[in-house]
């Protein structure tokens, strides 16, 4: 069942070109990962500075290989002095309510 991942970020003011170049070039790594299907990156229309990337996986499972990643954490260490807040993580199944 594919599953999307919505990841909130707010960025310094001066920071949020730079951070959304870096999140295309992180995408295109995605982008060669088993289970990734599609991604976007979403700028805020009233707030540039708040960039969501939304990204469809098949699993769960093949985002937490991603997430965990050696690759993820360094485009993670190269977005951290740009941030102005914490990250925020959301994953949502897609269309089913999920049983467990």
């Given at each position: 069942?594919?599953?999307?991942?919505?990841?909130?970020?707010?960025?310094?003011?001066?920071?949020?070109?730079?951070a959304?170049?870096?999140?295309?070039?992180?995408?295109?790594e995605?982008?060669g990962r088993?289970?990734?299907?599609?991604g976007?990156?979403w700028?805020?229309?009233?707030?540039?500075c708040?960039?969501?990337v939304?990204?469809?996986?098949?699993?769960v499972?093949?985002?937490?290989?991603w997430?965990?990643?050696?690759?993820r954490?360094a485009?993670?260490t190269?977005?951290?002095?740009?941030?102005?807040?914490?990250?925020?993580?959301e994953?949502?199944?897609?269309?089913?309510?999920?049983?467990k």
């Open positions: 069942m594919a599953i999307k991942i919505v990841i909130k970020r707010q960025f310094k003011e001066n920071a949020a070109q730079k959304f170049e870096l999140l295309s070039n992180f995408r295109r995605a982008m088993p289970g990734y299907i599609s976007e990156t700028v805020n229309h009233y707030d540039p708040r960039i969501a939304v990204s469809t996986w098949q699993t499972e093949d985002w937490i290989h997430e965990e990643s050696d690759q954490a485009n993670e190269k977005l951290k002095g740009l941030l102005k807040t914490p990250v925020k993580f994953i949502y199944d897609l269309g089913v309510f999920p049983t």
